[in-house]
């Protein structure tokens, strides 16, 4: 193959609907676009998270959280969409569809009440501690692959003179690596 057919032939754009069988040309093109497959390294990436921490010198505004993780999930469609494997392909092949978000879900707001009962915040004693074994139990617990695969925790407490409060966004690695989630 010369090298002009070789460029030409990777300029083509790539196809990725397939049709289901009894599925009529005129209903593909009324329906919404194609789910788009998992690439490879997706599929690689089972149990492996994005764990990002962010401090705030003031408490963390709730409803601004909210309409900015709004505008977040309007704009990128990996974070509304679930991945889900098409049974009614041969190959069984895990594709991405997109699905309807209800931010509130992901949002998470723990209560970290202390062991004794007493309803004080463990972060009174140690608070830096409390949001370290809080991020690393993060990094081991499943998520829910039936939404979207991100998270974000909020703790509303301070650890420092200068950290009022601390976020913790979490995603599925298969959702983007650190360079790219940037």
């Given at each position: ?51 990002t921490l962010f401090g705030s010198s003031k408490p963390i505004d709730l409803a601004a959280v909210r309409a900015g993780l709004l505008r977040l999930v309007a ?105 790219s989630m940037i």
């Amino acid at each position: 193959m010369d090298p002009e057919t070789a460029t030409t032939l990777r300029k083509r754009p790539l196809s990725v609907r397939i049709s289901k069988p009894g599925e009529s040309s005129s209903s593909m093109a009324a329906s919404l676009p194609a789910p788009e497959p998992l690439s490879p390294t997706a599929r690689l990436f089972k149990d492996l998270f994005i764990v990002t921490l962010f401090g705030s010198s003031k408490p963390i505004d709730l409803a601004a959280v909210r309409a900015g993780l709004l505008r977040l999930v309007a704009r990128h469609p990996r974070f509304c969409s679930i991945q889900a494997t098409d049974t009614c392909d041969d190959d069984g092949t895990p594709r991405w569809v997109r699905t309807t978000v209800n931010v509130d879900d992901h949002m998470v707001v723990p209560s970290l009440l202390d062991d004794g009962g007493g309803g004080a915040l463990r972060a009174t004693t140690n608070p830096e501690q409390v949001v370290e074994d809080y991020v690393a139990s993060l990094s081991t617990l499943p998520m829910d692959f039936s939404r979207p695969l991100w998270e974000f925790h909020i703790l509303n407490f301070p650890t420092s003179s200068t950290v009022a409060a601390t976020a913790v966004f979490r995603c599925h690695h298969s959702l983007g690596d650190g360079t790219s989630m940037i």
